[in-house]
T-cell receptor
Framework: KAGVTQTPRYLIKTRGQQVTLSCSPISGHRSVSWYQQTPGQGLQFLFEYFSETQRNKGNFPGRFSGRQFSNSRSEMNVSTLELGDSALYLC?????????????FGPGTRLTVT | QKEVEQNSGPLSVPEGAIASLNCTYSDRGSQSFFWYRQYSGKSPELIMSIYSNGDKEDGRFTAQLNKASQYVSLLIRDSQPSDSATYLCAVPGYSSASKIIFGSGTRLSIRP
């Protein structure tokens, strides 16, 4: 079974621009979560989507948004990029199995904002 | 606020020895616990899940859970240089603020 895929893998943007990242979950997984990872802050939860609905949202500004399509693929968008948005953005998918909801991560998109 | 605490390390262990990684959590209601391994520059990889008190073994890895003491540990037997990575402990968030809560990770270095 194919794993979680993310595109693009690397991205360089300029301050003020916007960016869209894409995530395709493992086949059969309906939950997709997004995380931001930086050296100083570790892994921080952005949001989770299930059945095209946002279920959970972390403590990030409104510039960070996402959506999920009917085939469970998900996108996240960051508008008006800031230097501090430079990070590894990770997508994880899971089956939504209650407490035993194992998340599997994609390779990530490394975003650099200049 | 639920918390997951790990010693950041680095933890240096000689090749062939047992590496012991520890994690404590604040919420007594936590029922599931996960260990992820993350190599530098790569994404986290799920290596163990444990749901019941006691030990769970998978190859060279053993996860140990003690709910009364609120800690979970990961033992790596016969440590190899390829085990050098950051190990992240995680528990479900049980709230709308986070799907899963990760510890800050322990850096493990296996020295030849």
């Amino acid at each position: 079974k194919a794993g979680v895929t993310q595109t693009p893998r690397y991205l360089i943007k300029t301050r003020g621009q916007q960016v869209t990242l894409s995530c395709s979950p493992i086949s059969g997984h309906r939950s997709v979560s997004w995380y931001q990872q930086t050296p100083g802050q570790g892994l921080q939860f952005l949001f989770e989507y299930f059945s095209e609905t946002q279920r959970n949202k972390g403590n990030f500004p409104g510039r960070f948004s996402g959506r999920q399509f009917s085939n469970s693929r998900s996108e996240m968008n960051v508008s008006t990029l800031e230097l501090g948005d430079s990070a590894l953005y990770l997508c994880a998918s899971s089956l939504m199995d209650g407490d035993r909801d194992e998340q599997y991560f994609g390779p990530g998109t490394r975003l650099t904002v200049t | 606020q639920k918390e997951v605490e790990q010693n950041s390390g680095p933890l240096s262990v000689p090749e062939g020895a047992i590496a012991s990684l520890n994690c404590t959590y604040s919420d007594r209601g936590s029922q599931s616990f996960f260990w992820y391994r993350q190599y530098s520059g790569k994404s986290p990889e799920l290596i163990m899940s444990i749901y019941s008190n006691g030990d769970k073994e998978d190859g060279r890895f053993t996860a140990q859970l003690n709910k009364a003491s609120q800690y979970v540990s990961l033992l790596i037997r016969d440590s190899q240089p390829s085990d050098s990575a950051t190990y992240l402990c995680a528990v479900p968030g049980y709230s709308s603020a986070s799907k899963i809560i990760f510890g800050s990770g322990t850096r493990l270095s296996i020295r030849p």
